[in-house]
């Protein structure tokens, strides 16, 4: 038990279980419901049904196979001659098993495949296809806060695209992986994260080529951070009956997600696939620029505590008076109890809280903070000042992302919130809560 932080392969649910209070660990329970593409599509598929293509239609169209063979039989008729799929092995990565098919007989009917129809006109630069890669720490599900790193990788294919039927076998051009192009013998390096130049680039640098060309990058970038919270929300329901039955508390998870997003011909964003352990090595400078400090601010928003000694050799809790800012990590206020008062209010917002509008609910959230309330805040505020490049996009000040979560969580309220209250006079939201903590109120 003489570690903090561990940083690998996933866990199976007895390694989450032998987690201590303090110990920390990179993946959260069941988050190969992102990370395989067939469970991937299944949770979006789901949020389809209830909210809407409109709404969470930035998935391309994709069949399980061999349970969706009627469905896609059925699709494969009605399509044109020219129509294309892309064939991926359910749990696989860096390409492997990836190819582009045009006819039915090249379809598996009793392996287990994804078939996604392909984004047949992708925006071309250099008439080439590419990719983004974005990398989304989430830090807790409940409540649910989601960080974005603002800058990110842009993977170009070797060679230029085309839609001609007689390309289809050429992996250089229809797939943007890097670990299949860098075999390419087209492949240029890139050591400039500021150049647009070569098959890797960085995204800042992609967004500068794109404002040259008179493209408005802020939409594209608000795009994207919407798909990434619906995508996360997709899956919270099952992460969060997971981590509650198999980890002592929620600070033993956070997770590092790498979104594969591609841009179509009017520059709306795709998501390709979600990674649960996205590569972090650095095989160039721009790596090396892009991912370390990524890397760096991931590791301070992660706040590792240091168990006091006595804790760990008696196995028991010892108090803490805690040192340094009055926001700073304190172990009685990671105390997992909940108060009378917040029971009272958590009971009285599951009765009332659809019948009340937006000042009411405020009114009922913020007027009156439990010590389980400030203890929250405090963490949420706290967390977000370490954030570094990361920008913090959940919770939202949009209160249409709440609806689409199975069940509503108290805590998603309160943050809601609070940032609605404060999203324009932080240091005011942060002085109140500095004043609590001066009086031990979230101890």
């Not at 990565?93 to 129809?117: E, T």
């Not at 009411?360 to 000042?385: F, G, K, Q």
Request: with cysteine; proline share 4%; glycine share 6%.
């Amino acid at each position: 038990h003489d570690w903090l932080g561990y940083f690998g392969k996933h866990m199976k649910s007895n390694g989450f279980r032998a987690l201590r209070e303090y110990q920390k660990i990179n993946h959260f329970p069941g988050s190969f419901q992102l990370g395989r593409k067939d469970r991937f599509w299944r949770n979006i598929s789901r949020m389809q049904t209830r909210f809407g293509k409109k709404e969470f239609g930035f998935v391309p169209q994709t069949y399980i196979m061999p349970w969706d063979k009627k469905l896609l039989k059925n699709a494969w008729e009605e399509g044109s001659s020219k129509q294309k799929f892309i064939l991926k092995p359910p749990a696989s990565a860096r390409g492997i098993g990836i190819r582009v098919i045009h006819k039915w007989n090249q379809v598996p009917l009793k392996k287990a495949v994804i078939v996604q129809k392909y984004l047949s006109r992708p925006y071309l630069i250099n008439g080439s296809k590419f990719d983004l890669r974005l990398y989304v720490y989430v830090t807790s599900f409940d409540p649910l806060r989601i960080y974005l790193f603002e800058d990110g990788l842009v993977r170009f294919a070797t060679c230029k695209y085309s839609s001609s039927m007689k390309h289809l076998s050429n992996r250089y051009m229809h797939l943007t992986n890097y670990s299949i192009n860098k075999k390419s013998g087209e492949f240029q390096q890139n050591d400039d994260a500021t150049v647009c130049q070569g098959h890797k680039w960085s995204l800042k640098a992609l967004w500068g080529h794109l404002q040259e060309q008179g493209v408005n990058t802020d939409k594209i970038w608000e795009q994207m951070k919407d798909t990434v919270i619906k995508t996360i929300i997709s899956v919270e329901q099952f992460t969060n009956s997971l981590v509650k039955s198999n980890c002592r508390r929620r600070y033993c998870c956070h997770e590092l997600f790498g979104f594969d997003i591609m841009l179509d011909d009017k520059l709306r964003p795709w998501v390709l696939e979600v990674n649960i352990s996205p590569s972090l090595h650095s095989n160039s400078p721009l790596d090396v620029e892009i991912k370390g400090p990524m890397v760096r601010d991931m590791f301070n928003l992660a706040g590792f505590l240091v168990p006091d000694k006595r804790q760990i050799l008696a196995n028991a809790p010892t108090p803490s008076t805690g040192t340094g800012s009055i926001l700073n990590q304190d172990k009685r206020k990671q105390g997992q109890e909940i108060s009378t008062d917040s029971r009272a209010k958590h009971t009285y917002f599951a009765q009332h809280h659809k019948q009340m509008d937006e000042s009411e609910l405020t009114s009922l959230m913020l007027d009156t903070l439990t010590i389980n309330d400030i203890r929250i805040l405090v963490e949420s505020e706290n967390e977000n000042a370490r954030c570094g490049e990361f920008q913090r996009i959940f919770p939202s000040v949009n209160k249409k992302y709440l609806h689409y979560f199975e069940h509503p969580r108290y805590y998603n309220f309160l943050l809601h919130t609070w940032e609605q209250k404060y999203r324009h006079q932080h240091m005011r939201g942060y002085s109140l809560l500095e004043s609590f903590c001066r009086k031990g109120l979230h101890l």
